[in-house]
T-cell receptor
Framework: GAVVSQHPSRVICKSGTSVKIECRSL??????MFWYRQFPKKSLMLMAT?????????EQGVEKDKFLINHASLTLSTLTVTSAHPEDSSFYIC?????????????FGEGSRLTVL | AQRVTQPEKLLSVFKGAPVELKCNYS??????LFWYVQYSRQRLQLLLR??SRESIKGFTADLNKGETSFHLKKPFAQEEDSAMYYC??????????FGTGTSLTVIP
C-alpha cells in the first residue's frame, strides 16, 4: 500500500502565531504533494501543489505568503500557516500520487485540524 | 477554469434499491475523472477511475463527454455503501479538483 501521514492531527494556536503541518509519504516517494483545505460541509479546496525541489504552485486566491509550502525531500512536504487568524481555522489535508508511473490515484493523509483562537 | 459539480449534498436510498450519484464537470482540456470515497472515520480513498472502466464494490461510472458527466451508479445499494462520495477531475497538468461531495445513506 501507500501511506501518507500528517502531523499534527490537531493543533490549537493563538492568533498571530505560525503553525507548521507536516505531510510525509511513509512507504513511497512523492515528487508532488497536494494541499487541500476543507471547510465544514464543503468540498476539498485545492490550495497548492507542492513540488520537490522547486517552488509550490498556488491556486488563484491562495496567499503564498500566508501559506508557506516547502517540499524539501521526496517524502516530506510542510505547510506553514503564518500569522494565523481565526479565519484560518480549518481542516487541512495533504495527498500525494506515487512518483513514476502516474496512475492518477491519490493517497490522502488523515488531515490536520487547525483551530486559531 | 475547471469545475466539478455534485448537485446532491445528501442522498438516502433503501437497501437493495439502485443508487446514482451525479457528477458534472467543466474543463477545456481532456479530463480524467475519478470517484473517491470516505467512510466514517477513515481517510479519503480511491473508489474508481474512468480510464479503467472497472466495477468496484458493484459501483460503475461512465464518462459521458457529450453531457460532461461522470455519474456513479450501483444497482443494489448496501448498508456498507453509506459514506461520503467525491467526484474528482484530474487536469492535464496532473492537478486534482474535487466536487462538493455527496453524503450517501443507505437505509436498512
Amino acid at each position: 500500500g501507500a501511506v501518507v501521514s500528517q502531523h499534527p492531527s490537531r493543533v490549537i494556536c493563538k492568533s498571530g502565531t505560525s503553525v507548521k503541518i507536516e505531510c510525509r509519504s511513509l512507504d513511497f516517494q512523492a515528487t508532488t504533494m497536494f494541499w487541500y483545505r476543507q471547510f465544514p460541509k464543503k468540498s476539498l479546496m485545492l490550495m497548492a501543489t507542492s513540488n520537490e525541489g522547486s517552488k509550490a504552485t498556488y491556486e488563484q486566491g491562495v496567499e503564498k505568503d500566508k501559506f508557506l509550502i516547502n517540499h524539501a525531500s521526496l517524502t516530506l512536504s510542510t505547510l506553514t500557516v503564518t500569522s494565523a487568524h481565526p479565519e484560518d481555522s480549518s481542516f487541512y489535508i495533504c495527498s500525494a500520487p506515487k512518483a513514476g508511473g502516474y496512475t492518477g490515484e491519490l493517497f490522502f493523509g488523515e488531515g490536520s485540524r487547525l483551530t486559531v483562537l | 477554469a475547471q469545475r466539478v459539480t455534485q448537485p446532491e449534498k445528501l442522498l438516502s436510498v433503501f437497501k437493495g434499491a439502485p443508487v446514482e450519484l451525479k457528477c458534472n464537470y467543466s474543463y477545456s482540456g481532456s479530463p480524467e475523472l475519478f470517484w473517491y470515497v470516505q467512510y466514517s472515520r477513515q481517510r479519503l480513498q480511491l473508489l474508481l477511475r474512468h480510464i479503467s472502466r472497472e466495477s468496484i464494490k458493484g459501483f460503475t461510472a461512465d464518462l459521458n463527454k457529450g453531457e460532461t458527466s461522470f455519474h456513479l451508479k450501483k444497482p443494489f445499494a448496501q448498508e456498507e455503501d453509506s459514506a461520503m462520495y467525491y467526484c474528482a477531475l484530474m487536469t492535464t497538468g496532473n492537478q486534482f479538483y474535487f466536487g462538493t461531495g455527496t453524503s450517501l445513506t443507505v437505509i436498512p
